[in-house]
């Protein structure tokens, strides 16, 4: 069985949520460089240009791309055949997200929810672990942006709702979130499972790469027909009208219960950050 010391996996996570939050994916950039060549409203062609002047400084500068360097999601995929030794795997990272966001000067956005006490450190991440075959450890650290969380929704939908229900949630949603998304946005959406399982489905759509297609033709299809709802509800970038209120909608989906039908949509901000490291 591989070793493997936790103190690896601080250090993965450190870099990694720094990286994430000075560069912007080049699946970002290069959805913004088409909004720009495609986006109709002088207005939304102009805050195309300063997403993409905004994430070259950062970069350039290693500086974040938003004030707001978000809640520290970790995506952790841990190969059954990897023994960790040298401490606990949670604690490590925890120990990544500390040292990154207080070496980074990343903003620390964590508080207690009742107090509004900041943690100090932008701890506790939220972490979920699942075990899978192999001997790797591979980690997705994603830098949640609390605006754009607080827009999401869960909807559980009565079954006879069907494909027509969620279409109109999932606009209703939109609307609602308006500028609110800081758009343009990626639309996560979770069909299925149970109610937590839904908007996990939904996070875990907003990792995929923009610009891919959903490998299964019917969900792709769907795909394209979410995004052209919500970008005819002409909100547009950063809420100042145009085409494009969202660059794209990424749908994940599982069976669920015979009497339920759960409908998640989790919204992402145009600052759509998140590494990925493989150990
Ligand atoms: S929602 Fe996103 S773009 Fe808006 S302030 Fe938060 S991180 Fe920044």
Same mark, same amino acid.
């Given at each position: 069985?591989?070793?493997?010391?936790?103190?690896?996996?601080?250090?993965?996570?450190?870099?990694?949520?720094?990286?994430?939050n000075y560069e912007l994916g080049e699946d970002m950039l290069?959805?913004?460089?088409?909004?720009?060549?495609?986006?109709?409203?002088?207005?939304?062609?102009?805050?195309?240009?300063?997403?993409?002047?905004?994430?070259?400084?950062?970069?350039?500068?290693?500086?974040?791309?938003?004030?707001?360097?978000?809640?520290?999601?970790?995506?952790?995929?841990?190969?059954?055949?990897?023994?960790?030794?040298?401490?606990?795997?949670?604690?490590?990272?925890?120990?990544?997200?500390?040292?990154? +966001?207080e070496e980074g000067f990343l903003r620390k956005s964590m508080?207690?929810?009742?107090?509004?006490?900041?943690?100090?450190?932008?701890?506790?991440?939220?972490? +979920?672990?699942?075990?899978?075959?192999?001997?790797?450890?591979?980690?997705?650290?994603?830098?949640?942006?609390?605006?754009?969380?607080?827009?999401?929704?869960?909807?559980?939908?009565?079954?006879?709702?069907?494909?027509?229900?969620?279409?109109?949630?999932?606009?209703?949603?939109?609307?609602?979130?308006?500028?609110?998304?800081?758009?343009?946005?990626?639309?996560?959406?979770?069909?299925?499972?149970?109610?937590?399982?839904?908007?996990?489905?939904?996070?875990?759509?907003?990792?995929?790469?923009?610009?891919?297609?959903?490998?299964?033709?019917?969900?792709?299809?769907?795909?394209?027909?979410?995004?052209?709802?919500?970008?005819?509800?002409?909100?547009?970038?950063?809420?100042?009208?145009?085409?494009?209120?969202?660059?794209?909608?990424?749908?994940?989906?599982?069976?669920c219960h015979i009497a339920s039908l759960p409908l998640a949509?989790?919204?992402?901000?145009?600052?759509?950050?998140?590494?990925?490291?493989?150990?």
């Amino acid at each position: 069985m591989r070793e493997l010391n936790v103190k690896e996996i601080t250090a993965a996570v450190k870099k990694s949520a720094m990286d994430a939050n000075y560069e912007l994916g080049e699946d970002m950039l290069h959805a913004f460089e088409h909004g720009l060549a495609h986006e109709e409203s002088p207005a939304g062609q102009e805050v195309f240009r300063l997403l993409l002047e905004n994430a070259r400084i950062a970069r350039q500068q290693m500086i974040p791309i938003c004030q707001d360097c978000g809640l520290a999601v970790i995506f952790v995929e841990l190969g059954q055949d990897v023994h960790l030794v040298g401490g606990d795997l949670n604690e490590a990272i925890q120990a990544g997200v500390r040292e990154g +966001y207080e070496e980074g000067f990343l903003r620390k956005s964590m508080c207690h929810p009742l107090t509004r006490k900041n943690t100090g450190d932008n701890t506790p991440a939220v972490i +979920y672990t699942t075990i899978v075959p192999g001997d790797k450890v591979r980690l997705m650290v994603v830098p949640k942006g609390g605006g754009s969380e607080n827009m999401s929704r869960v909807h559980m939908l009565r079954p006879a709702a069907g494909l027509a229900g969620i279409k109109e949630k999932i606009v209703e949603t939109m609307r609602e979130a308006g500028a609110n998304v800081c758009p343009p946005a990626i639309v996560g959406i979770g069909i299925g499972g149970t109610f937590e399982q839904a908007a996990l489905l939904a996070k875990k759509a907003l990792l995929r790469e923009v610009g891919t297609k959903n490998p299964d033709p019917e969900l792709a299809a769907l795909e394209d027909e979410f995004l052209t709802l919500v970008n005819n509800l002409g909100i547009g970038p950063a809420g100042l009208g145009g085409r494009f209120t969202a660059l794209a909608v990424h749908v994940n989906m599982m069976p669920c219960h015979i009497a339920s039908l759960p409908l998640a949509v989790n919204t992402q901000c145009h600052a759509s950050r998140h590494k990925e490291v493989i150990l």
